[in-house]
């Protein structure tokens, strides 16, 4: 997944892979810390940010952890902090355990912008730019249902818990399934920490278990290509049907081949745009919206094609 634009954006300072200059000369510097640097929707989202934070004058560092861990981020969070940034956009990999080094740049005059996920501590950030992960969760679990014909077992498979979207999204598609559609058994979540080889032979292990397995959901996208690649091994590929968070380009492929059937997208560009002007307002001390929800699209083979629709899918 490591294109050009995550490649540079590593340099932080040229980004020609992402249209040309991360910022213009002004004296104003905001940083943004993605949960993970190599992940579609994380570029997407840089890519976004970096090509507001040029039209806006600004410069914009961006930094990313290597995966998906608390112990990763929050080292690149403090060295942040020891720059003084007028401006941080960032998606904590966690809810709690990085609110220390939040709360720390934060009271060293740093505008806090959280951008896709949260922490629970409401007194961080100034503004909370996110798809509503809740309503996503429940547009996956009527999808999954309708192509289960609403009877059979099925299951969950996510990051880790304590990560706020996909939490949200988790119970968002259990609550519908169990107020909507008790036809369908849910079996307990399993987690793969965000690694699609724990995903992979996690789906094996259950359909191991349970042969009758009818349907999954996918947290997100590394998910997503753990199960694909489970499905196709134990050959049960458009068999056991898929609803899946996200729409990078290795998902679009498993939505083309039959191998997953729904992908609830959301609009990363927006988000990174929208970071960039909340930090901004609020470093100019111009009106800041606290929370701002983005757009989501469900995509299936029969709408994939429609520019709309199109617009939805991830730059890797
Ligand atoms: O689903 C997105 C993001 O919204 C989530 O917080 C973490 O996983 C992704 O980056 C996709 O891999």
């Given at each position: 997944f490591a294109g050009l634009c995550a490649v540079l954006a590593l340099t932080a300072a040229t980004t020609a892979g992402c249209g040309g200059g991360s910022g213009g000369s002004g004296s104003t510097s905001l940083d943004l810390i993605t949960g993970v640097k190599s992940d579609p929707f994380y570029i997407t989202m840089t890519c976004a940010a970096q090509q507001e934070a040029k039209k806006r004058?600004?410069?914009l560092t961006v930094n990313g952890s290597a995966q998906w861990d608390v112990a990763v981020q929050r080292p690149i969070i403090d060295s942040v902090a020891a720059t003084h940034p007028g401006g941080l956009l960032i998606s904590p990999v966690d809810t709690a355990a990085l609110t220390p080094s939040l709360q720390q740049i934060q009271s060293a005059g740093t505008k806090v912008v959280l951008v896709d996920t949260e922490v629970t501590d409401t007194s961080i950030g100034v503004s909370r730019i996110s798809s509503d992960n809740e309503a996503g969760g429940r547009t996956a679990a009527k999808s999954l249902a309708q192509l289960m014909g609403d009877k059979g077992s099925a299951i969950v498979i996510s990051v880790k818990p304590g990560v706020s979207t996909t939490d949200a999204r988790i119970k968002g598609f259990t609550e519908e399934m169990r107020d909507n559609h008790p036809g369908i058994t849910l079996l307990p979540v399993l987690y793969d920490n965000d690694l699609p080889a724990t995903a992979a032979s996690q789906i094996q292990s259950t359909l191991a278990a349970h042969p009758d397995l009818g349907g999954v959901f996918a947290g997100n996208t590394n998910t997503a290509q753990g199960i694909s690649t489970g499905l196709q091994a134990a050959g049960k590929q458009g068999k056991v049907k898929v609803a899946a968070f996200d729409a990078e380009p290795d998902e679009i492929t498993a939505l083309t081949n039959g191998t997953l059937d729904v992908l609830v997208a959301q609009d990363p560009g927006a988000i990174g745009r929208q970071g960039v002007d909340q930090a901004l307002a609020a470093i100019d001390k111009k009106k800041v919206t606290?929370?701002?929800?983005?757009?989501?699209?469900?995509?299936?083979?029969a709408n994939m094609?429609?520019?709309?629709?199109?617009?939805?899918?991830?730059?890797?």
């Open positions: 004058g600004v410069h606290a929370h701002i929800g983005t757009d989501m699209v469900a995509i299936t083979k094609d429609r520019p709309e629709v199109k617009k939805f899918f991830y730059q890797a």
